[in-house]
């Protein structure tokens, strides 16, 4: 198996980064005020009440996972940073490239992950 281009996985961790902080900032300005972004919005997606409750709703489900996932995120660039980036934190093994394109800040590989999950 060829070594992991890691950086190539450190820029998707970045940008993945600051996709969710600019999501963060987003949800919490549309909660907590009324500013321009928010407007510009409505403009842009008219649509109907119902299809912005339902739109709202799984924000807040968002805004929940993003603390989550930007966690995930540091996590996977102090790897990248001490050189453990793709290896599983609990057997060791590396991580299959194909699972780290899909989910760069996974931390498990598919077998732990999976034993986690049958739990
Ligand atoms: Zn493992």
């Keep these: 198996m060829p070594p992991l281009d890691i950086e190539k996985?450190?820029?998707?961790?970045l940008d993945e980064k600051k996709r969710l902080e600019s999501d963060k900032a987003w949800l919490n300005g549309s909660f907590n005020s009324d500013s321009g972004e928010l407007a510009d919005f409505d403009v842009n997606h008219p649509g109907d009440t119902g299809t912005e409750m339902f739109e709202r709703e799984k924000d807040?489900?968002?805004n929940e996972n993003v603390e989550d996932?930007?966690?995930q995120i540091n996590t996977a660039l102090v790897k990248v940073e001490n050189g453990t980036y793709g290896?599983?934190?609990?057997c060791g093994?590396?991580?299959?490239?194909g699972r780290l394109e899909a989910?760069?800040?996974?931390?498990?590989?598919i077998t732990c992950q999976s034993?986690?999950?049958?739990r």
Excluded: N, S, V, W
Excluded at 103 to 109: E, I, K, N, Q, R
Excluded at 115 to 118: H, K, P, V
């Design 9 to 13: 996985f450190r820029q998707m961790l």
């Design 60 to 62: 807040l489900a968002l």
């Design 69 to 71: 996932l930007l966690e």
């Design 87 to 90: 290896l599983c934190d609990h």
């Design 93 to 97: 093994k590396p991580i299959a490239e």
């Design 103 to 109: 989910l760069p800040y996974a931390t498990f590989c």
């Design 115 to 118: 034993r986690m999950e049958g």
